[in-house]
């Protein structure tokens, strides 16, 4: 499999409220040739399955929070190199989502690397327990996400579709992060959340949504958004992949995403 190499041929500013810690936090994402990084002061980390340090509430890397958001939408939108650079804790709210990221990088001018060899994948993937699946083959980018909650209201959702820059940036970007209102209490005495309010997060009530949505099935979106991101530590463009996830989290992501590291080899040619 081959896919073109591309990077960016500008700067992209994106500053607020991190989206956990509510301080302040500015990023900055400039054109690469080593794949993705992110730089922290001193401190520069390969985006890859190794370095990623928690995926409780969110995927850290390092000591930078809430990266799966842009990364999901550098995958998107078919940017393979980049070097970004990350004031503060974590990245930025943006609106709970990936489209003023998604929206920035299209806009963009870019600048061809030349291409990517990618060998291997010839079976399938797969991260599996009994609360989650995932799995993931050579494919031409379709994805599906199942989001099951039993007896608690949704029950059900899942949402599918054949990933292009275009369709992602309408219908899986401006999906937001989520949570149960019977989370509410727990996550406000941890600290967490205090970046967001009720235009940047959906509430899910015990029989349904407390707040606006802006999709019927805004959570299945907005998990198959945080499975773009994270399965994107594995360095492949998600366009040459067909994925299956069911109730997965970032920790079953970021397994699956090293265990698909594992199984490939990329080799770049400038």
Not at 7 to 35: A, I, K, N, R, Y
Not at 130 to 146: D, K, L, M, N, P
Not at 239 to 252: I, K, Q, T, Y
Request: aromatic share 6%.
């Amino acid at each position: 499999m081959t896919f073109e190499r591309q990077t960016l041929d500008t700067d992209l500013t994106f500053e607020g409220p991190g989206l956990h810690c509510g301080e302040p936090t500015q990023v900055l994402v400039s054109g690469g040739t080593e794949g993705i990084h992110f730089r922290q002061g001193t401190n520069r980390l390969a985006a890859i399955p190794e370095n990623v340090t928690d995926t409780s509430r969110c995927t850290r890397l390092g000591e930078i929070g809430v990266i799966e958001h842009l990364m999901s939408a550098l995958a998107a939108a078919g940017i393979t190199d980049a070097e970004i650079e990350v004031t503060g804790r974590e990245l930025p709210a943006a609106d709970g989502c990936a489209a003023p990221y998604m929206q920035a990088l299209l806009d963009a001018p870019r600048k061809a690397l030349g291409t990517m060899e990618v060998e291997g994948l010839f079976a399938r993937v797969y991260e599996k327990a009994e609360t989650h699946s995932v799995a993931i083959g050579r494919g031409e980018g379709w994805w599906r996400y199942e989001f099951l909650t039993g007896e608690r209201w949704p029950s059900v959702q899942d949402f599918e579709l054949r990933l292009t820059p275009e369709r992602y940036a309408e219908e899986v970007a401006p999906a937001r992060t989520f949570c149960f209102s019977e989370e509410l209490p727990h996550l406000e005495a941890a600290g967490l959340g205090k970046g967001l309010d009720a235009s940047t997060a959906l509430v899910l009530g015990v029989s349904g949504y407390e707040n606006a949505a802006r999709f019927p099935e805004e959570p299945a979106r907005h998990k198959l958004l945080d499975l773009i991101g994270d399965l994107y530590l594995a360095g492949l463009p998600p366009v040459l992949l067909n994925v299956v996830a069911e109730r997965s989290g970032h920790r079953a992501n970021v397994a699956a995403a090293a265990k698909l590291r594992s199984a490939v080899r990329v080799q770049a040619s400038g």
